[in-house]
């Protein structure tokens, strides 16, 4: 089956660091690109950072400059390295896969994993 769990999600105060790690199974992950998206309670699932099957990466402006996005096919892991992180940071960190090439959009993701909370304070 497939699966893609989700770690690392915490409690920081602003401009602090995190890292989440999501561990993937039941597909070859180097086959898609791998994405991180994130929600807050009520809104909309907001791309957060991507990191395509040949390794090219891609980030939402809000996040540019302090999250790096990574993958280890080997491992079959994505990784999302959390800097300077502020309160707006604050939501359900998701990660995602899909076939699709260079999409930033949600519906095209086949397979998502169950989200990591992050929680950032003033």
């Known amino acids: 089956q497939v699966q893609l769990v989700e770690s690392g999600g915490g409690v920081v105060q602003a401009g602090g660091s995190l890292r989440l790690s999501c561990v993937t199974s039941?597909?070859?992950?180097?086959?898609?690109?791998m994405a991180w998206y994130r929600q807050v309670p009520g809104g909309k699932r907001e791309y957060v950072a991507g990191?395509?099957?040949?390794?090219?990466?891609n980030y939402a402006n809000s996040v540019k400059g302090r999250f790096t996005a990574s993958r280890d096919n080997a491992k079959k892991t994505v990784y999302l390295q959390m800097n300077s992180l502020k309160p707006e940071d604050t939501a359900l960190y998701y990660c995602?896969?899909?076939?699709?090439?260079?999409?930033?959009?949600?519906?095209?993701?086949?397979?998502w994993g169950q989200g990591t909370q992050v929680t950032v304070s003033s």
């Open positions: 995602a896969a899909t076939i699709s090439s260079s999409s930033h959009d949600y519906r095209d993701y086949n397979y």
């Open positions: 990191v395509r099957r040949d390794m090219s990466t």
């Open positions: 039941g597909f070859t992950m180097s086959l898609d690109d």
